[in-house]
């Protein structure tokens, strides 16, 4: 069975622009998660998607928001860039949602902001 | 506010020997909680899981370790292996709310 799979894998943006990322789950998972992670902050959750409908948000601004499709495949969009969210971003999928399950990470993208 | 601490940012310990990671976190409401490996330029790869109704959960070489008076977990790893050399993360969930994750501890396993 195929993993999870992020597109892109590397990003480099300028501050003000905006970027899109994406998250394909493990086949038959409806629940994928998002979070960031920054050296010496660990993983910071962001947000999850259960059956195309947002679950659960972290502390982060409306800058960050995400979407989940008919297929279980989720995006995420960071609008206005600045130079602190230059980190690597990962999304996990899990059968069930929240923290019920064991989440499966895909290989992150990691977001470079000039 | 991390409720999810691992206070030891590295550790290294001789091949053939116990590995112990630690984690602590604050929220006596945690019910579910999972470890995992990463490498570098890689995703966290799922370890092991732990609920709260039990106090000890072993897989092969790995162990977890629960103590709920204390809010305390821990990984034990028998006989460590260089190839378990990467950064363990600890994660906890409340009720089937979001996980929180620690900031990781860095496992140098020395041949």
């Known amino acids: 069975k195929a993993g999870v799979t992020q597109t892109p894998r590397y990003l480099i943006k300028t501050r003000g622009q905006q970027v899109t990322l994406s998250c394909s789950p493990i086949?038959?998972?409806?629940?994928v998660s998002w979070y960031q992670q920054t050296p010496g902050q660990g993983l910071q959750f962001l947000f999850e998607?259960?059956?195309?409908?947002?679950?659960n948000k972290g502390n982060f601004p409306g800058r960050f928001s995400g979407r989940q499709f008919s297929n279980s495949r989720s995006e995420m969009n960071v609008s206005t860039l600045e130079l602190g969210d230059s980190a690597l971003y990962l999304c996990a999928s899990s059968l069930a949602p929240g923290g019920r399950d064991t989440q499966y990470f895909g290989p992150g993208t990691r977001l470079t902001v000039l | 506010d991390q409720q999810v601490k691992q206070n030891s940012p590295s550790l290294s310990v001789q091949e053939g020997r116990i590995s112990i990671l630690n984690c602590d976190y604050t929220?006596?409401?945690?019910?579910?909680f999972l470890w995992y490996k990463k490498y570098p330029a890689e995703g966290p790869t799922f370890l092991i899981s732990i609920s709260s109704i039990k106090d000890k959960n072993e897989d092969g070489r790995f162990t977890v370790f629960l103590n709920k008076s204390a809010k305390h977990l821990s990984l034990h790893i028998v006989p460590s292996q260089p190839g378990d050399s990467a950064v363990y993360f600890c994660?906890?969930?409340?009720?089937?709310?979001?996980?929180?994750f620690g900031t990781g501890t860095s496992l140098t396993v020395i041949p």
């Open positions: 998607y259960f059956s195309e409908t947002q679950r």
């Open positions: 994660a906890a969930s409340a009720l089937g709310n979001q996980f929180y």
């Open positions: 929220n006596s409401m945690f019910d579910y």
């Open positions: 086949s038959g998972h409806r629940s």
